[in-house]
């Protein structure tokens, strides 16, 4: 592992980031240093993977560990900042560093956090329950009580979002229906009327002309 500056429009975000979102908090916190220390970089080394890619200003490189620090770098507009850089072999190997990194160190990850990586640990990285528990710092028996408690929450969802579609189905036939319905008795109302035209254009107010066409319409006779 080598330590360089490194241009910050080399870096690119990576493509699993372990948080959710980056903590504004941290962010004002991280902020005050800078104000404190003036131009100078208050802060360790970003780690960095060196991707197999590069553009007429440089290697790209995806970052591991120092989001909060890299956002901050783009915030003041520093042209570079310094870097740890490796080479990961396997996505693997940089997943768990990742994990590692922020762990044992700066802002603590949320349970939340915590067991989305561990579940990412266990189905990307084909990582053992034992392997992510020594990372991690729990039992192998913890680990997988996560992994199992991830995936009921996960089926649960699955079967929560079927039964609400089957209950949007459900309240759609009623729908469907008066309209079936409604289409229905317009076509044996055009069929009545002009079964009994004559009948009605001569004596529209008698009840005997009236009460047919109520019935077509309501099924029922008027009170």
């Known amino acids: 592992m080598t330590t360089k500056e490194i241009a910050v429009k080399l870096i690119t975000s990576p493509l699993r980031y372990i948080r ?16 404190e220390k003036g131009k100078d970089w ?25 989001m909060h620090r890299l956002e901050l770098a ?20 940089l997943l768990a560093d990742q994990f590692k990194e922020n762990i044992h160190h700066g802002l603590l990850l949320s349970q939340a956090d915590r067991n989305k990586w561990i579940k990412l640990l ?22 997988s ?5 991830l995936q009921a929450t996960k089926d649960k969802k699955k079967v929560d979002t079927k039964k609400e579609d089957t209950k949007k189905s459900d309240q759609k036939e009623p729908i469907e229906f008066s309209i079936k319905k409604l289409k229905k008795l317009c076509q044996d109302l055009t069929s009545y009327i002009k079964d009994h ?18 019935e077509v319409l309501v099924g029922l006779e008027p009170e």
């Open 20 to 35: 959710k979102e980056l903590n504004i908090g941290h962010l004002e916190l991280l902020s005050n240093s800078i104000m």
């Open 42 to 66: 208050p802060f360790p080394p970003i780690l960095l993977h060196k991707l197999a890619t590069a553009t007429k200003n440089g290697m790209i490189y995806e970052i591991v560990d120092g």
């Open 74 to 93: 783009r915030q003041y507009n520093y042209i570079t900042i310094p870097a740890h850089i490796k080479e990961y072999k396997s996505i693997a190997d």
């Open 122 to 143: 266990y189905i990307e990285a084909k990582m053992k329950a034992k392997d992510i528990g020594q990372q991690v710092g729990l039992t192998e028996a913890s680990i």
């Open 145 to 149: 009580r996560i992994i199992r408690e």
């Open 197 to 214: 035209k004559s009948t009605i254009e001569s004596d529209i107010t008698n009840m005997t002309t009236i009460k047919p066409l109520w």
